[in-house]
């Protein structure tokens, strides 16, 4: 895929979707470090619900740790995984208060150092609370840049830096939040919905006339 026709794509994503943002819900960075935490192996909408009921009542370091691990526990065990996450929640809550001021990092090394936050969650908290052109490579967005050939990769890793690379740069700010969009509602996995997408002409899917 050639850039010219990169710059189309994200073109007509933009204009679809001027200014696109998480579908977690979250008023300051630390509750979006809480919610990406939780949202492994976990839905959007699963962690919402979660959220909804905890962050009115703790959505500080403070708060939270004083909650413990099994106060937090009662908030997020509708959520996958919810005991191991709860304990390192509980456990970014201590370093983020002994360490940065109860500050939520903005840096990838201080954010990855972080208990349950792996580069990818390091990446959204970048991109979305503290605006870096970060990519956080999601099973979505690794199976659009592949199946398009945006930036085809054998791993996330790969496709990552094929993305920062190879995405024009007045796109790598929102790339990452049209990317999951698009896979989540139209690029999905068993059935691609081809005949209703925007970029289908751009498309470079193989398989694309199945879907049509």
Same mark, same amino acid.
């Given at each position: 895929?050639?850039?010219?026709?990169?710059?189309?794509?994200?073109?007509?994503?933009?204009?679809?979707?001027?200014?696109?943002?998480?579908?977690?819900?979250?008023?300051?960075?630390?509750? +979006?470090?809480?919610a990406?935490?939780?949202? $492994?192996? /976990?839905? *959007?909408?699963?962690?919402?619900?979660?959220?909804? &009921?905890?962050?009115?009542?703790?959505?500080?370091?403070?708060a939270?740790?004083?909650?413990?691990?099994?106060?937090?526990?009662?908030?997020?065990?509708?959520?996958?995984?919810?005991?191991?996450?709860?304990?390192n929640?509980?456990?970014?809550?201590?370093?983020?208060?002994?360490?940065?001021?109860?500050?939520?990092?903005?840096?990838?090394?201080?954010?990855?150092?972080?208990?349950?936050?792996?580069?990818?969650?390091?990446?959204?908290? +970048?991109?979305?609370?503290?605006?870096?052109? $970060?990519? /956080?490579? *999601?099973?979505?967005?690794?199976?659009?840049?592949? &199946?398009?050939g945006?930036?085809?990769?054998?791993?996330?890793?790969?496709?990552?830096?094929?993305?920062?690379?190879?995405?024009?740069?007045?796109?790598?700010?929102?790339?990452?939040?049209?990317?999951?969009?698009?896979?989540?509602?139209?690029?999905?996995?068993?059935?691609?919905?081809?005949?209703?997408?925007?970029?289908?002409?751009?498309?470079?899917?193989?398989?694309?006339?199945?879907?049509?």
């Amino acid at each position: 895929m050639n850039k010219q026709k990169r710059v189309e794509i994200f073109s007509r994503l933009r204009e679809a979707n001027p200014s696109p943002t998480t579908e977690l819900n979250y008023s300051s960075p630390f509750e +979006l470090l809480v919610a990406v935490i939780l949202s $492994a192996q /976990a839905t *959007d909408v699963g962690v919402n619900k979660a959220t909804d &009921r905890l962050f009115p009542v703790a959505n500080t370091p403070e708060a939270i740790l004083s909650l413990g691990v099994e106060g937090l526990k009662e908030y997020i065990k509708t959520i996958g995984l919810f005991n191991s996450k709860a304990e390192n929640i509980i456990k970014t809550c201590r370093i983020l208060i002994d360490q940065h001021g109860s500050n939520v990092p903005d840096n990838r090394e201080a954010l990855e150092a972080l208990p349950g936050v792996g580069r990818k969650t390091a990446n959204v908290v +970048l991109n979305t609370a503290f605006g870096q052109p $970060a990519m /956080a490579v *999601d099973t979505h967005i690794f199976r659009v840049s592949n &199946r398009t050939g945006i930036a085809p990769g054998k791993n996330v890793l790969e496709v990552e830096k094929r993305l920062l690379r190879l995405v024009p740069k007045e796109f790598l700010q929102d790339a990452h939040h049209w990317l999951i969009l698009h896979g989540r509602y139209t690029c999905t996995a068993r059935k691609p919905k081809c005949g209703a997408c925007i970029i289908e002409d751009l498309c470079e899917f193989k398989q694309k006339r199945d879907y049509l």
